[in-house]
């Protein structure tokens, strides 16, 4: 409970009062589960700041989930299900691209991969390419040449 203490005082120059406990609802004007947060990082007390400060007036609630560190297989399990939801979740970034950017990757040439990152307190998520192949995304202009076993880093969510 300390983290979150320092966090508000330190980034909102606000009081705050930490709990653990699962949520089923909330009534907060400002609501953010552990998820969002977790994907930016580092940049994120700033952005969170300014963009809560916009719409919070004296008296409002606002609730963050924040996810906590749980052992590493724990975790390796949770981003690589063996239901595979995590990894058609994680390709689906390549399909998107495909249909909204135009490109070209072949979903079919590529699986996933989650890593732990101790260092850096985060789980890291990757589409590996399973043989060379040479990718085109048209919107931007990129053309790509990988090699079989060669990573794209998709998503990174920090603990």
Do not use: C
């Amino acid at each position: 409970m300390y983290a979150a203490t320092e966090f508000f005082q330190k980034y909102f120059s606000a009081t705050s009062r930490g709990f653990v406990r699962k949520y089923s609802f909330a009534t907060a004007k400002t609501f953010s589960t552990g998820a969002t947060p977790s994907l930016f990082g580092q940049s994120l007390p700033k952005r969170m700041r300014s963009s809560s400060a916009a719409v919070l007036q004296r008296g409002d609630a606002f609730l963050l989930g924040a996810d906590l560190v749980k052992p590493e297989r724990d975790l390796l399990i949770a981003y690589d299900d063996p239901l595979g939801v995590s990894a058609a979740f994680n390709l689906n970034v390549l399909l998107r691209i495909n249909r909204e950017l135009g490109g070209n990757f072949d979903l079919r040439g590529f699986r996933h991969r989650a890593a732990w990152n101790a260092a850096l307190s985060r789980m890291e998520m990757f589409a590996v390419s399973t043989r060379a192949q040479h990718v085109r995304i048209q919107a931007i202009d990129l053309e790509l040449d990988l090699e079989e076993r060669e990573a794209i880093w998709t998503e990174s969510s920090y603990k």
